[in-house]
Nanobody
Framework: QVQLVESGGGLVQPGESLRLSCAASGSIFSISVMGWYRQAPGKQRELVARIISAGSTNYADSVKGRFTILRDNAKNRVYLQMNSLEPEDTAVYYC??????????????WGQGTLVTVSS
């Protein structure tokens, strides 16, 4: 199967930066898409950013120009560089990966989530 391990969340002040990391491991043949979603208290989970294997990216309008998604294909890692953080960015951030296993199964896998709190 495929496992995800996230890291990098924490408490920061408005205007500061954080970098989230997600590492995929297991019986991976290929990864087609890697992304980050977030869920704030009382709200639905929403896409923050995603990157496909060819390198194209999508961002939520609310984070364009502030967040950057990066992918290391050799290490099966994805990063979310978050700059100019705002209190509205406070949420649990989840890594999401679409991968094909060595047995040919396609799986969509979620990380356990990492809390980002932006507060003065």
């Amino acid at each position: 199967q495929v496992q995800l391990v996230e890291s990098g969340g924490g408490l920061v002040q408005p205007g500061e930066s954080l970098r989230l990391s997600c590492a995929a491991s297991g019986s991976i043949f290929s990864i087609s898409v890697m992304g980050w979603y977030r869920q704030a208290p009382g709200k639905q989970r929403e896409l923050v950013a995603r990157i496909i294997s060819a390198g194209s990216t999508n961002y939520a309008d609310s984070v364009k120009g502030r967040f950057t998604i990066l992918r290391d294909n050799a290490k099966n890692r994805v990063y979310l560089q978050m700059n100019s953080l705002e209190p509205e960015d406070t949420a649990v951030y989840y890594c999401n990966v679409g991968a094909t296993t060595l047995t040919g199964r396609y799986l969509e896998v979620w990380g356990q989530g990492t809390l980002v709190t932006v507060s003065s």
